[in-house]
């Protein structure tokens, strides 16, 4: 029988993490696992749990959005003890991409068959994340909905700074180079993926595998709110790498520079800090449970 550590955020998902603890909690100790519990105080005291998790565990458990992963990420990363990605979030942009359950019984299941891919880790100015990372616009709006958050973050809270800033925002001049080439000035908004999938159901960086030692890079040039519109369009139909105003770049090591001050960033969703941001990537440097290839 196994043994876990089961981290977890309980204010993930509106609430919904809590829930999840209880019935995977459930599940495992009801088929003899054993499972410990964990609810760090904060970001930080998050990562330093994570780091003292040794191999004497099967593996930790992680159940809460995308910010609740990347807590663990930056803990378990290089340390070879495989993270259980349990999606209770808003988003929950990595499970969606690495195709991962959240029923009990399937958790249950995937961790008992011990089936681990081994994934690339970024890196934006130390901080690792493990799906996506934007300069510009998003994290403008990301940064919004932190500082007026109470309580759990919910899906709509995003639509009034979207609407706000797409009237105010001071679009930037971003500078981007992709090992050692200058690629454009004129980026207005930048994402920088490790995965393919962005948010809502759409996805950014579509050449992205999590696995195969690069970091993709899609920029949108010259942008002001109309623009932005015709982006969006664009991205739902799938057609956006076809467009001119559109750079797109796979590459180990990525910077962006602003043409002005207070220009912002974020990470796995998360505000994280203002330009200039070096990217680079951790090659295999994070071992997941996900579920077993058909056929195999």
Known sequence: ????????????????????????????????????????????????????????????????????????????????????????????????????????????????????RNIDVGMANGRAFAAMSGVGFDAAVTGEVHRRRSGPIKRWYYYWPLVKLLYTYDWPHLEVEVDGELITSTGGFVLVGNVARYADHINLCLRAEPDDGLLDVCVFTNCDSLRLFSYFLSVRLGRHLGRSDVVYRQGRRITVRAARAGVKYQVDGDAAGEAPVEYTVRMAAMRMFVPRPAGT
């Open 1 to 116: 029988m196994g043994r876990y550590i089961i981290y977890h955020n309980p204010i993930s998902g509106a609430g919904r993490a809590r829930f999840f603890v209880q019935g995977i909690t459930a599940e495992l100790r009801g088929h003899g696992h054993t499972v410990e519990d964990c609810c760090p105080a904060d970001r930080e005291a998050g990562v330093r749990a994570a780091r003292s998790v040794d191999a004497s565990y099967d593996g930790v458990i992680g159940v809460g959005g995308d910010g609740t992963l990347n807590t663990l990420v930056n803990g378990l990363a290089g340390r070879g003890v495989p993270l259980m990605a349990v999606p209770a979030g808003t988003e929950n942009v990595l499970c969606k991409a690495l195709g991962i359950p959240g029923e009990p019984a399937a958790i249950r299941g995937m961790l008992e068959a011990g089936y681990t």
